[in-house]
């Protein structure tokens, strides 16, 4: 199966961090193609991959002759084409409540946070890294708050986002944990989001996608 896929990724990207870490879990160990973000005005601008993935993002997940871009249809396609271990529960509410979390986190922080919005407010406003180390800092508080009072107020959250089983909401809840800590954010600030990092990066396909043990780290 190893052979059969190809990850373009980057080892600092949230959102290769989250393929990686649902590759991980499926037991599925691709081609790796490192695009790095920054070298040479960035590769993922290079024509090359821009006719792979024309919105110049990573990651894309190549397989069986199909190209795969945006980390949570590709977590979609995994779980679908790989059923075990599931990375959504079996029942629709279920379903819909790690749907929920993984998106509070994908749609809503995410975005305003990564590289080309950072790169966009230092060009633009003629700022400096540390203003948008502010804006992210920001962001992040606000989502994680409203995550915090989720996760802790609910019966349903376990060890994991939802029960005692890794799932597609830790699948992107861990990777912006590490971009919060990057902006110098204390994770322990929100205890329960804490809590959930904890026991997921002792779980190995969560450690193993860290970008500190990716080929490509600096």
Not at 17 to 35: C, S
Not at 45 to 62: C, F, G, R, S
Not at 124 to 152: C, M, N, P, Y
């Amino acid at each position: 199966m190893s052979s059969e896929f190809a990850l373009y990724g980057y080892f600092r990207s949230s959102a290769a961090f989250r393929a990686r870490i649902a590759l991980n879990l499926k037991g599925i160990e691709p081609e790796l193609r490192f695009i790095h973000l920054l070298r040479n005005g960035g590769e993922q601008h290079t024509p090359e991959y821009k006719a792979l993935n024309p919105q110049e993002l990573i990651p894309a997940l190549v397989h069986d002759g199909h190209t795969i871009t945006q980390s949570l249809a590709i977590i979609e396609y995994l779980n679908e084409i790989v059923p075990e271990p599931p990375l959504l529960p079996k029942d629709a509410y279920g379903r819909a409540r790690c749907r929920e979390l993984a998106y509070a986190v994908a749609c809503d922080i995410h975005p305003v946070n990564n590289l080309r919005v950072g790169q966009y407010i230092k060009r633009t406003f003629k700022t400096q890294d540390e203003d948008v180390f502010s804006w992210q800092r920001h962001w992040i508080t606000v989502g994680f708050d409203a995550l915090e009072k989720t996760l802790a107020s609910s019966p349903d959250t376990g060890k994991f986002c939802h029960g005692d089983t890794p799932t597609i909401a830790d699948i992107c809840l861990i990777p912006q944990a590490a971009n919060a800590r990057r902006v110098k954010l204390e994770i322990n600030a929100w205890p329960a989001i804490a809590r959930i990092e904890a026991h997921a990066l002792a779980h190995p396909a969560f450690d193993a996608a860290l970008p500190k043990n990716q080929p490509d780290a600096e």
